[in-house]
């Protein structure tokens, strides 16, 4: 075995996919790119890092809701522009020839280019860490899209796309909650 520098022992375990999260505040659309969130437990309950430091944390506490769209890795390109650019002066829809589609239940768009999307209410804040605690009210699968592969950084700079899915839900069906 080999010594990893405790600083990035956070890239064996990164918890899932990149994401790009819409807000939507004084009129205008926004995204940011978040490569920390995960899912709380078997309900639509999930969780990510942001805080004061991205321009969308405003729209975030003020209208307390937001998109989470998930991107194939066809849209990595955009996925790392996106995350290098601010939205307090840059159209990332515009720059990044992303479609803007209406919600249902949220003011915040999803993207057009995206694999599947969750509208989400803000229900928590958890400071000293930067957690936003969310809670899905509606989503939305596009299964017509050729590029199914999601995105995972590993830090540095360093992405894997997942691809291959196995299946063992019959081995696990006793120990599932109802419902799942």
Same mark, same amino acid.
């Given at each position: ?16 996919? !990149?994401?790009?999260?819409?807000? *939507?505040?004084? #009129?205008?659309? =926004? ?15 999930? &969780?990510?890092?942001? #805080?004061?430091? =991205? ?5 975030? *506490?003020? *209208? ?5 769209? !998930? ?32 919600? &249902? ?27 936003? !605690?969310?809670? #899905? +009210?509606?989503?939305? +699968?596009?299964?017509?899209? &050729? ?10 700079? *360093? ?11 019959? &081995? ?7 419902? !799942?």
């Amino acid at each position: 075995m080999h010594e990893l520098e405790l600083s990035k022992a956070f890239t064996l375990i990164e918890p899932g996919p !990149v994401v790009l999260v819409t807000t *939507r505040r004084a #009129g205008r659309d =926004n995204i940011m790119t978040i490569s920390w969130t995960t899912v709380l437990d078997f309900t639509p309950r999930l &969780a990510m890092v942001t #805080g004061a430091w =991205n321009h969308s944390y405003a729209a975030l *506490r003020e *209208r307390r809701e937001c998109v989470i769209a !998930v991107p194939g890795i066809d849209l990595l390109d955009q996925v790392v522009g996106i995350g290098t650019c601010s939205g307090a002066d840059t159209d990332k829809f515009a720059r990044f020839h992303l479609g803007a589609v209406p919600a &249902a239940r949220v003011q915040a768009p999803l993207i057009a280019e995206c694999l599947a999307h969750i509208e989400c209410k803000v229900t928590d804040f958890i400071e000293p860490y930067d957690i936003v !605690v969310l809670e #899905g +009210v509606a989503a939305w +699968v596009e299964p017509a899209r &050729a590029q199914r592969r999601m995105i995972h950084a590993v830090g540095d700079g *360093r992405f894997i796309a997942d691809g291959r899915r196995y299946q063992r839900r019959e &081995a696990m069906a006793a120990k599932l909650p109802p419902g !799942v």
